[in-house]
């Protein structure tokens, strides 16, 4: 058990979780991370709490951000805004399919033995020979430049955005990596297989796919199927449809046509024999009394 608190880089941006090494920063202030180009300055969103998992392994906060280090930040951000500029200028000067996603610089420091470096994260149909364009950017920014290409949902979780449930994408704030997500997921789930219905703002399938479908999974090996004709409490009836949230099943009824919602437990040949041996247990002796 120990204390957490959450600091992001960006506004709406991922959270980092951090051991506040005995500092109390409150929500809006700026404190110091530890990161392997040295201490970065981020914002506190969530205050210092206590919390019931062990926080032995998480980093700590480096302290709180003095004036010195919030200009330090303020010219990282402008050299950044000046490599984005200069990177998107030659890039359309020599006419190469690339778009610019993001850009992270390194300040120049005394105890750096590499100096100032600019990484910048782009996105292109194919692969793009580069080289000329590193030379350019190189003599234009007068440090050492790095062209890495991201895939599409490396470029969604780098930029941000907005998903069709009108939430912050997962993958820019919470995830913390992408695990495989298949359309047979959006089948089980009886979803449209509608690409604009089931694509994120990554145009690969959502992620939040992956969310429920163990649910969908587990109800499905259990459920009787659609087609199967089952005995509810209402009578004897074909499934017609499931209604996985609720846990149920639809069922046509054979007597009149009509359609009712009956619980999973209630149409399961395993729970129905359970209930016929158990109640006619228990109704045996109190038929003997007199």
Request: neutral net charge; proline residues 7%; contains cysteine.
């Amino acid at each position: 058990m120990g204390m957490l608190c959450a600091v992001s880089f960006n506004r709406y941006g991922r959270l980092y979780y951090l051991d506040p090494n005995g500092f109390t920063p409150a929500v809006g202030d700026r404190v110091l991370v530890p990161t392997d180009d040295g201490p970065e300055v981020a914002e506190c969103v969530w205050a210092p709490q206590w919390v019931s998992e062990e926080t032995d392994g998480f980093p700590k906060v480096a302290g709180l951000a003095d004036d010195r280090d919030l200009r330090r930040d303020e010219l990282l951000r402008k050299r950044k805004a000046e490599a984005k500029v200069a990177a998107k200028k030659l890039i359309k000067a020599h006419e190469l399919p690339m778009k610019v996603v993001a850009v992270d610089h390194v300040l120049e420091q005394g105890d750096s033995p590499g100096g100032a470096r600019t990484t910048i994260y782009f996105t292109a149909p194919h692969r793009v020979d580069f080289r000329s364009l590193v030379r350019d950017l190189g003599a234009t920014l007068h440090c050492r430049v790095e062209l890495r290409q991201l895939s599409a949902r490396d470029s969604a979780r780098v930029q941000g955005g907005i998903g069709s449930c009108g939430r912050d994408l997962c993958c820019a704030t919470f995830l913390t990596d992408f695990e495989p997500v298949t359309i047979r997921m959006a089948k089980d789930q009886d979803l449209p297989l509608n690409p604009l219905r089931i694509s994120g703002a990554c145009g690969r399938l959502m992620c939040c796919l992956k969310y429920e479908h163990p649910l969908y999974a587990k109800f499905q090996a259990s459920a009787p199927a659609v087609g199967t004709r089952v005995t509810t409490p209402e009578g004897d009836g074909r499934v017609v449809g499931h209604s996985v949230p609720k846990d149920a099943v639809v069922v046509r009824l054979d007597a009149d046509g009509s359609r009712c919602s009956c619980s999973r437990a209630s149409v399961c040949g395993p729970r129905q024999a359970h209930d016929a041996e158990y109640n006619s247990t228990d109704e045996a002796p109190s038929a003997q009394q007199p």
